[in-house]
């Protein structure tokens, strides 16, 4: 079956733009997270969704935010762009809302100019 | 929030040399998973490992989750199995935390 597909794979965009990224987890898969991977700070969790609920958030600033849609593909969205947000953001699909394994995409590489 | 430490690093071996790379957990993990980061940024699922012994080919695991650690074990490496490999696990929060990786580099 098809695995995880995040769109787009590259992206560059300009400071102070925004961004929406896209994530269409495994069929039957309800659960969606983001990280996002920078040389710095290695893999770092952005949020976690189940049946369209944000169910847990990491560290980041309001700019970043995502929604979940009822047939579980997700999005994400970073508003007023900084360079700073350069990165390989990578989604990841699990069953349910119980723990189970997690399988990620491709990532989308975000370049900031 | 969980601290998960790997080692080591960096570590470079000879084409058929065997390696154990090691992940530590500062709290006890639902979940346990290692990671083989391929060139062009793809997390590939290696194990899925919250307790035990798992093998699958030349790569193994084992997870003791009393003592809050994990071991992969690489037999008889090869050029494609350099790369980044990250140990992940996740606590109260739904949310995996990764260690910072190790970054193998097998020689021909």
């Known amino acids: 079956k098809a695995g995880v597909t995040q769109t787009p794979r590259y992206l560059i965009k300009t400071r102070g733009q925004q961004v929406t990224l896209s994530c269409s987890p495994i069929?039957?898969?309800?659960?969606v997270s983001w990280y996002q991977q920078t040389p710095g700070q290695g893999l770092q969790f952005l949020f976690e969704?189940?049946?369209?609920?944000?169910?847990n958030k990491g560290n980041f600033p309001g700019r970043f935010s995502g929604r979940q849609f009822s047939n579980s593909r997700s999005e994400m969205n970073v508003s007023t762009l900084e360079l700073g947000d350069s990165a390989l953001y990578l989604c990841?699909?699990?069953?349910?809302?119980?723990?189970?394994?997690?399988?990620f995409g491709q990532g989308t590489r975000l370049t900031v100019v | 929030g969980i601290q998960v430490e790997q080692s080591p690093p960096d570590l470079i071996l000879q084409e058929g040399a065997n390696s154990t790379l090691r992940c530590n957990f500062s709290?006890?993990?639902?979940?346990l998973q290692w990671f083989h980061q391929n060139p062009w940024g793809q997390l590939i699922n290696l194990f899925y490992?919250?307790?035990g012994t798992k093998q699958n080919g030349r790569l193994s695991a084992t997870t003791v989750a009393t003592e809050r650690y994990s071991l992969l074990y690489i037999s008889s490496s090869q050029t494609t199995d350099s790369g980044v490999y990250f140990c992940?696990?996740?606590?109260?929060?739904?949310?995996?935390?990764f260690g910072s990786g190790t970054q193998l580099t097998v020689l021909p």
């Open positions: 990841a699909s699990s069953l349910d809302n119980r723990w189970t394994e997690a399988f």
């Open positions: 069929s039957g898969h309800r659960s």
């Open positions: 969704y189940f049946s369209e609920t944000q169910r």
């Open positions: 709290d006890s993990v639902n979940n």
């Open positions: 490992i919250p307790s």
């Open positions: 992940a696990g996740g606590g109260s929060a739904r949310q995996l935390t």
